[in-house]
Every structure is written in structure tokens, then in C-alpha cells.
């Protein structure tokens, strides 16, 4: 499942870590959520990542800090889906 | 490949779904049952003393997966159905209502239970436990702002309760028996930065409290607590958080070795090479500090779950990590990583004062665990430094200027 590419659709309102986990193997997301474990690591891709919000500095600082980081990574446990992310692209990054 | 036909899970919590993932993942075949006495999927227990708590968390997101999972991925899940023992010559378990399951391998993932206090009054109405949705259903329909809600154990549990129920507008008081707050996990200065935090939102916090007993109304409610030293303390509501025991009577019937858990190697295999054990439930020797340890962590039942999965299937275990864990109160985020038993000294990187800061555990001048505190950067540099023998200058650690890699 990780580094295929995958695109996202619905569950508007939710995180977008929910709906990676809703995926056949999606992403672990062990601590659910809390912007702790980076278990839920993505690439964005490049035409989509200007159009989520900017990641918060606890965000920036965990993904600062993983090995497998490039410059379109964003946590998806902090990234609200809504309507205009249908169709977003992206790609589950390797584990840590 | 291995060929093993019929793999058995007993209970369906955070190792249990770890475990069938991994199974299927890795292209298991055969028969895979999951067999549960709660009448939920397998689901994450963290936000149960947080954001489920707090109202703010609807119920089908605490599910670790969605049912479709189950069925796409051929998981025959039984919820609601009790083991109640273990026949080993038979390779069989069976539950409460006489049926049995056969297995060539048997997962035990049957976590821990709170521990129950034995004093007067324990059972009276009003008195509770935190350890499922139910009982948060319970426990969260008392939540009533104004009333008074009496917490006994300060451990992260209790804390986590005490900020939530005092965001919802409940009196709240903890009473903690031993000189500091969260004494088993965390160094007194954290103890006592967090004892100021609960102090400043208002919880009264009450340590060295030795609870003696509940008194009750005339309706068998709960009205009040006394302690030895006599103080009483009036409750609409009390939550007992006072540590978890793990759920081995299954094993210990069924003769494996257990000692306040079921004993696993480096497999997380038990005694009986066909029977592992993960999560809450399993003891294992840890490669950091040597002893044996029982952890009870969302991260311990992902990476004994998965270990599980792999020795079933004749695979080499992942890596040993480094354990961690998180607690959230208010907008305070813990995250320990690493054991620190026995450390000898400590160092602080940055100021509680900012709420965001770390502590750094050493024991012969290595870095063996750090505490942070809002301190994202810090916390995932933990994860990499932790427990590799790394030995830190300390003049570098106390310098929030340097990222953690570079205080070496
Ligand atoms: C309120 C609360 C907050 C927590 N917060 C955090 C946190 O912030 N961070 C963190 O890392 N950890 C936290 N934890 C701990 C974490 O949730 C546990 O370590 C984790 O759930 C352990 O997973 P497990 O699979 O071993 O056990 P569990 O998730 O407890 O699952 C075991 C399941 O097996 C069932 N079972 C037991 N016996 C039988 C039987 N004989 N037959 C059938 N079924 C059986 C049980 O009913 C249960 O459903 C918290 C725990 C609680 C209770
Ligand atoms: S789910 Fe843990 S950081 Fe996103």
C-alpha cells in the first residue's frame, strides 16, 4: 500500500487520517490523531499542497524531524478534509 | 510461508487488531477468529479519559477499523463472547456459552482490568472505573457541571479525567497516596509542574491520601470519602484510577508461566510455543533495562501485536523500539519515550515556565528516556537518541538552541 498513490474522496468533516485508515492498509496511526507518532506521515501531491491550510508548528516540528521527510510531507491526522480536498492526491510515506 | 490454518485471537483491543492486520498484510490465508467480550470492534482506548470524555469525539471514530476491514479481509469476529478456557492438548478454546474454537496458534490479547480498591463502600452507586465505552457511558452521564467529582489516584488516568471533568465544569479533587503526582513515570520536577498546572485550573490536589472508605446516602448513593488521617471529602461522583492488573487467569489456568503477566520471549511467544501473548496482558524482557517489564501502551500492543503476527508466520521480529507513551491534559502533551528506571540523574532542557520543555534521564552518563512537554521536536529526536547507548555532554542537553542530535 505505501508508495502507491491514492486519491481521496468524501468523509468531508473528518481528518484525512481517517480516511487513509478506511483504505484497505492504510496508515497506523497509532496514536490516533494527537499529532504524536507520525505513524500517519504522507506526501501531498505537489498541485494539491497549496491548497490545504499550512501545518501547524507542532506539525512542522515532528515532520522536521523524520528521516523520510521531503517537502510536500504533512501529518494527515492534521489535515480536516472538505469538499474542495476531493480527488486529493497523495502518497503514504515509508515507516519510520 | 508457514502452515498454520486456523489462528485464534483472544480479546479485541488495540494488540488484537494489530495483529490481524499484520496477518493479512503479510498474506495469511487461513482461518483467522477474533473473539471478544466487548461488544465493540477493537477500538482505541486513549480518548476515553480525553476527547470521548469530553463529548467532543463521536463514537465510531474511536474504532481502530471500520467493520468493512473485517469482513473484506475474511476476520471471523466474534464480540461478546467470553473465553473462559484454554485446552491445550486439544488446541482448543472454548467460551462461556460451551462452544470451542480450534487453533494451531492461539494470540492471547486480553489486556488489563483496573484494580479494584477493597474498601467499605467500594460498590456503592456513583463509584467508578475507567477502562471501556461503557464505562464512560456511565461515567460520562454524571458529568453534570457543579458536582463534585472525587478522583482517587493521581496517575495519568486520574489526571486525565480531573482536566476533562474540570473543562466540563465539575468540582474536582484528587486524592493520591504517595508524595507526587504520576510518581511511577515521571521525575518530581515534572510531578510538581503539573501539580501547579491542575492547582492553577482549580482541581484540589490532595497527596500522601491514604482513602479509607466510601460513605453512602440512604439510597446507596455515594456522599463522601474518608481517609485514615480522617479528612472526608464530600462526592457526587468517584472515579478509582489506581492501576491496571493484567488479564492472565486464562494462562495461568491453562498452566503457562505467568508472574503478573504472561511471560513472552523476543516472539512474544509464551511457554507453549503454539500460544503468544501481546499488549496489556504479556511480560517480555526488555532489551533496555534488562528486568522484565509489563507495558501497559498503545505502542507496546502495536509492536507486541504485530511481533506476534511475524512469529506466527516463522518471521523475524521488528526491530526492538523504544517504548513510548503520551498523556493529554488540557493543552499539555506528555510524551515519555524510553524506561527510565533507575536513573541517576536528570536534566532539563528549557523552562517549564514556557509549557514547553524536556527532561533527559541518564543512568551512567547515557541518555536512557526523556519526558517532553509540548515539545514536538524534542519528542521525535527522542525516538531516534533513546536507549542507543548515546552518551549526551551535558552542557549541550541544557542548551534549547542545539537540536537533541547535535548534544552529543
Ligand atoms: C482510559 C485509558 C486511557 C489510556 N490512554 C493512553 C494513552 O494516552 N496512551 C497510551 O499509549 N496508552 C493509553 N492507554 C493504554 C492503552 O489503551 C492500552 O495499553 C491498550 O489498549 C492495550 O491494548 P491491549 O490490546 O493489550 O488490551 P485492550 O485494548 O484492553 O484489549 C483487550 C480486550 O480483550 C478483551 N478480553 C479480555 N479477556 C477476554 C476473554 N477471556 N475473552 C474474550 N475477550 C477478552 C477485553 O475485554 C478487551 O476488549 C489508556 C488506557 C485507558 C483505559
Ligand atoms: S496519527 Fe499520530 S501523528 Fe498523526
Redo the contacts with the bound molecule.
Keep these: 500500500m505505501q508508495g502507491n498513490e491514492h486519491r481521496v474522496d468524501g468523509l468531508a468533516g473528518r481528518k484525512l ?1 481517517e480516511a487513509l485508515r478506511e483504505f484497505d492498509f492504510g ?1 497506523a ?12 506521515h504522507v506526501y501531498i501531491d505537489p498541485e494539491w499542497l497549496s491548497r490545504l491550510q499550512p501545518a501547524e508548528p507542532a506539525e512542522r516540528d ?1 515532520l522536521a524531524e523524520l528521516r523520510h521527510a521531503r517537502p510536500n510531507s504533512r ?4 489535515i480536516d478534509l472538505t469538499d474542495a480536498l476531493n480527488d486529493l492526491a497523495l502518497t503514504i510515506a515509508p515507516e519510520e | 510461508m508457514s502452515t498454520l490454518r486456523q489462528i485464534v485471537i483472544v480479546g479485541g483491543g488495540q494488540a488484537a487488531a494489530q495483529a490481524v492486520d499484520t496477518l493479512r498484510r503479510r498474506g495469511y490465508d487461513g482461518g483467522l477468529t477474533l473473539l471478544s467480550d466487548e461488544p465493540h470492534l477493537p477500538y482505541q482506548r486513549p480518548p476515553l479519559s480525553k476527547k470521548f470524555l469530553a463529548g467532543s469525539f463521536e463514537r465510531d471514530r474511536l474504532l481502530i477499523r471500520h467493520a468493512g476491514f473485517y469482513s473484506e479481509h475474511r476476520i471471523d469476529v466474534r464480540l461478546g463472547y467470553r473465553v473462559v478456557q484454554i485446552d491445550r492438548d486439544q488446541m482448543q478454546v472454548s467460551g462461556a456459552d460451551g462452544s470451542k474454537y480450534d487453533y494451531d496458534a492461539l494470540l492471547l490479547a486480553t489486556g488489563s482490568r483496573p484494580r479494584r480498591l477493597s474498601i467499605e463502600g467500594a460498590d456503592l452507586q456513583g463509584v467508578h472505573y475507567l477502562r471501556t465505552i461503557a464505562d464512560v457511558d456511565r461515567l460520562g452521564r454524571e458529568l453534570v457541571p457543579g458536582r463534585r467529582i472525587v478522583i482517587v489516584g493521581g496517575g495519568y488516568i486520574g489526571l486525565e479525567v480531573a482536566a476533562t471533568c474540570r473543562e466540563r465544569g465539575l468540582e474536582v479533587t484528587v486524592l493520591e497516596m504517595s508524595d507526587r503526582l504520576m510518581n511511577r513515570v515521571v521525575c518530581p520536577e515534572i510531578s510538581s509542574f503539573y501539580e501547579e498546572e491542575h492547582a492553577r485550573r482549580g482541581v484540589d490536589i490532595v497527596c500522601r491520601a491514604s482513602v479509607q472508605g466510601i460513605h453512602g446516602d440512604e439510597h446507596g448513593r455515594v456522599r463522601s470519602i474518608i481517609c485514615s488521617d480522617g479528612n472526608q471529602y464530600i462526592a457526587d461522583i468517584v472515579l478509582i484510577g489506581v492501576g491496571a492488573l493484567p488479564n492472565d487467569d486464562l494462562a495461568v489456568a491453562a498452566g503457562l508461566d505467568c508472574a503478573n503477566g504472561i511471560m513472552v520471549d523476543a516472539h512474544c511467544r509464551t511457554s507453549d510455543p503454539r500460544i503468544y501473548a501481546a499488549g496489556d496482558c504479556a511480560l517480555h524482557r526488555s532489551h533496555q533495562c534488562g528486568g522484565s517489564v509489563r507495558l501497559e501502551s498503545v505502542d507496546n500492543a502495536f509492536e507486541q501485536g504485530t511481533n506476534a503476527a511475524l512469529a506466527m508466520l516463522g518471521e523475524s521480529p521488528r526491530m526492538p523500539a523504544i517504548p513510548w507513551f503520551w498523556s493529554d491534559q488540557y493543552d499539555l502533551k506528555l510524551i515519555i519515550v524510553g524506561l527510565s528506571t533507575g536513573y541517576d540523574r536528570t536534566v532539563l532542557r528549557g523552562r517549564p515556565f514556557d509549557r514547553s520543555f524536556s527532561v533527559c534521564y541518564l543512568r551512567d552518563g547515557e541518555l536512557i528516556a526523556m519526558d517532553t512537554i509540548n515539545n514536538a521536536k524534542d519528542q521525535m529526536a527522542a525516538r531516534k537518541l533513546v536507549g542507543q547507548r548515546n552518551r549526551p555532554i551535558l552542557d549541550r542537553l541544557a542548551d534549547t538552541s542545539r537540536p537533541l542530535r547535535d548534544c552529543f
Design positions: 487520517m496508515v496511526a497509532i496514536c490516533g490523531g494527537m499529532c504524536s507518532c507520525a505513524t500517519c515532528l501529518l494527515s491526522c492534521q
